[in-house]
């Protein structure tokens, strides 16, 4: 008899975290990490008092300048406490655009720390580079196809601490559809997908920032959370509303469901 078949689909998720996610291989110690970032995660989603600072939201970026005016840009223009807000951007030379800088600036009224280099993109040295020139203390690294919530600035405050690290879980849009989160549109990508984070600055230097002897896409997200996670950091992870992938052509495996046209 197979269990997992007669587990309810309600509780499988509950029961893998508990006894089967990549953490509970560091040591039985993750648990407790991981309650006591539930505990955090309740208290801050109920209880936010705290004094707002700014964030950095920074991006590697390569020849996705479409997307990144026109979805993610767009979002950003939408949010609250914009003043609380600064990009930062390296590209690696995209040619998508005459002037990426610019078309940024012409989107964009806030704060914009841009740098361009033309060398050979890789996800962990640009996204290392877009931190490193960042100037707040709280980071939050975003790929440029996304579309954020409006709250992305409190998000970030209340989900980081000198010891908590936000890491959601992203919706992911199936091909042709709106930004929207229905089951019909697309799916939660909630085992993998661990691309986006908000934490300190301090601590993404101090864990040792992306591996950046992943010079392909994938992985070098995975390897640091669990760096993370080894060096005792409490990691909140939740579907989070508004936190939208935004469809593009991949050749990763993972994502050919979502160029089925649903």
């Known amino acids: 008899m197979n269990i997992k078949n007669n587990i309810p689909k309600q509780w499988k998720y509950p029961l893998w975290w508990l006894f089967k996610s990549p953490q509970r291989n560091f040591g039985s110690q993750t648990l407790k990490q991981d309650l006591s970032a539930l ?13 707002l ?3 950095s939201i920074c991006t590697g970026i390569y020849n996705r300048s479409g997307t990144y005016v026109n979805c993610f840009l767009n979002s950003l223009n939408n949010v609250k406490n914009q003043h609380l807000i600064e990009l930062s951007v390296f590209d690696c030379g995209s040619i998508d655009v005459v002037n990426l ?6 989107n964009w ?10 060398i050979k993109f890789s996800r962990a040295h640009s996204f290392n580079k877009a931190v490193e020139q960042s100037t707040s203390d709280i980071i939050f690294i975003c790929d440029a196809d996304m579309t954020i919530p409006e ?15 936000w890491y959601p879980i992203v919706f992911y849009l199936y091909k042709d559809m709106p930004p929207f989160i229905s089951k019909d549109y697309g799916h939660w990508m909630q085992q993998e997908g661990k691309g986006m984070l908000a934490c300190r600055k301090s601590n993404f230097l101090k864990v040792g920032k992306l591996n950046e002897s992943f010079t392909e896409w994938g992985r070098e997200d995975d390897e640091l959370w669990e760096r ?7 990691i909140i992870r939740n579907r989070q509303e508004g936190m939208i992938h935004n469809w593009h052509p991949s050749n990763n495996p993972k994502y050919q469901n979502l160029n089925k046209v649903k």
């Open 39 to 51: 505990l955090s995660f309740c208290f801050y989603r109920f209880f936010r008092y705290k004094k």
């Open 53 to 55: 600072h700014r964030i």
């Open 101 to 106: 800088e610019n078309e940024i600036r012409n």
């Open 109 to 118: 009224n806030g704060e914009l720390v841009y740098n361009s280099e033309k």
């Open 151 to 165: 709250d992305i600035v409190s998000i970030c405050n209340h989900y980081t601490s000198k010891t908590l690290v």
């Open 228 to 234: 993370f996670m080894k060096n005792g950091y409490r």
